[in-house]
T-cell receptor
Framework: ETGVTQTPRHLVMGMTNKKSLKCEQH?????MYWYKQSAKKPLELMFV???????ENNSVPSRFSPECPNSSHLFLHLHTLQPEDSALYLC????????????FGDGTRLSIL | QKEVEQNSGPLSVPEGAIASLNCTYS??????FFWYRQYSGKSPELIMF????GDKEDGRFTAQLNKASQYVSLLIRDSQPSDSATYLC????????????????FGQGTILTVHP
């Protein structure tokens, strides 16, 4: 596989469930990102990992918990989510430089019942 | 003032025309500018990017930077119905310089419709 792969593509969960989103990049990049995209709003950066170390956490509620076990994999653990958390969650990766473009996965469409 | 601002549109152009998309940014020190295309229900796809040292042309697409007025534009020549999508502008803020990762600020996107 090439590029950035996200699973699952769609997820429906209740507010009391626990689930995880997975992202895998095959581009040899060193930085990985989680974004949230809601309708009619700009992409919101949630977390950034650089060389497996979390370098940014943009005031994201603790019900979202990221994990980066190595430079190719990124997880977003979800628990006790709220209806307003329903959105498209996008993973991206980029090289180890600040001015290079980010490449996105296909996203996970999350719906909270 | 929003950091990166785009007219949400929709911008409607006839097939074969030039589509002009604009994006203004507030951080005067920004040095990297990116254009992404996002089809409905899909993820953003990088079209092209430029740095503060010049414009770029790639096939039917041209990205231009006006540093004095702090806006970047994307021109699409010979527009096709397949170009119909939301176009996202992203800017690297000046404070990101020297970090080991990207830090993009996105606009809300412009919806482009190319009609036959």
């Amino acid at each position: 596989e090439t590029g950035v792969t996200q699973t699952p593509r769609h997820l429906v969960m209740g507010m009391t469930n626990k689930k995880s989103l997975k992202c895998e990049q095959h581009l040899g990049h060193n930085a990985m990102y989680w974004y949230k995209q809601s309708a009619k709003k700009p992409l919101e950066l949630m977390f950034v990992y650089s060389l497996e170390e979390r370098v940014e956490n943009n005031s994201v509620p603790s019900r979202f918990s990221p994990e980066c076990p190595n430079s190719s994999h990124l997880f977003l653990h979800l628990h006790t989510l709220q209806p307003e958390d329903s959105a498209l969650y996008l993973c991206a990766s980029s090289p180890f430089e600040w001015n290079q473009p980010q490449h996105f996965g296909d996203g996970t469409r999350l719906s909270i019942l | 003032q929003k950091e990166v601002e785009q007219n949400s549109g929709p911008l409607s152009v006839p097939e074969g025309a030039i589509a002009s998309l604009n994006c203004t940014y507030s951080d005067r020190g920004s040095q990297s500018f990116f254009w992404y295309r996002q089809y409905s229900g899909k993820s953003p796809e990088l079209i092209m990017f430029i740095y503060s040292n010049g414009d770029k042309e790639d096939g039917r697409f041209t990205a231009q930077l006006n540093k004095a007025s702090q806006y970047v534009s994307l021109l699409i020549r010979d527009s096709q119905p397949s170009d119909s999508a939301t176009y996202l502008c992203a800017v690297t803020p000046s404070r990101a310089g020297g970090t080991s990762y990207g830090k993009l600020t996105f606009g809300q996107g412009t919806i482009l419709t190319v009609h036959p």
